[in-house]
């Protein structure tokens, strides 16, 4: 089961197609629905997981039970990667917000395949390094933009992943509820929606169930500055 989608992974670039192919066969397919959890925040984990099709949110949950998403991924995406390279407890839980198709690769897997070919090694820090400062960007963003500021950023952020361009502007089909959308941006339901509100009544953005149609990017861009 190759594609040019989950070959377009971090784990498989620097590689010639023959040994990607090799580490795609060595991998286990694993179909998963909306709802499913594969893992839970501080179980010890010891595989990592592409996905292929569909969509995962990764969450933290606070002692009181207030939950915060650190990121939806999409197609070509890679996660659980943190406990395999710095044993320890699972940073999130990984939960199925689209039915998905995904690769999971143990442990000893990677490893052998890191020693084996080290320009891997090189990509995933790269990968790494990206979501280092994308999670740095997010932080001050927290801290420096108000949330109407921040509901902006995450729909254009979503766009990339998930977006289509439609006659009106770009479908984004997320998937998530007004409260995991609450959840990606760190604010309560009423002010995430009541900036959505206004979006939609500026013209900004047309809301459609579980995904909005973008109709005026760069004033979204704007706002999102
Ligand atoms: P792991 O800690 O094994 O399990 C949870 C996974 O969530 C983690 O590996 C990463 O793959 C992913 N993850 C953790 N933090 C972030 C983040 N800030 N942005 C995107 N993905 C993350």
New binding site residues.
Partial sequence: MADDVVLSAPLFAGLDEESSLALVASMTPLEVVRGDVL?H?GES?DR?YIVREGKIK?GRRSNDGRENL??V?GPGE???????FDPGP???T?TVVADAVLLELGHDELFAWLSDKPGVSQHLLQALAR?LR??NE?LADLVFSDVPGRVAKALLDLSTRFGEQVDEGVRVAHDLTQEELAQLVGASRETVNKALADFAARGWVRREGRAVVLLDVDRLERRAR
């Fill in positions: 893992f925040e984990g990592l990764l650190l990121a991924l890679m996660f659980g990667e943190l406990s395999m699972r940073t999130a990984a979501r994308r999670t997010a």
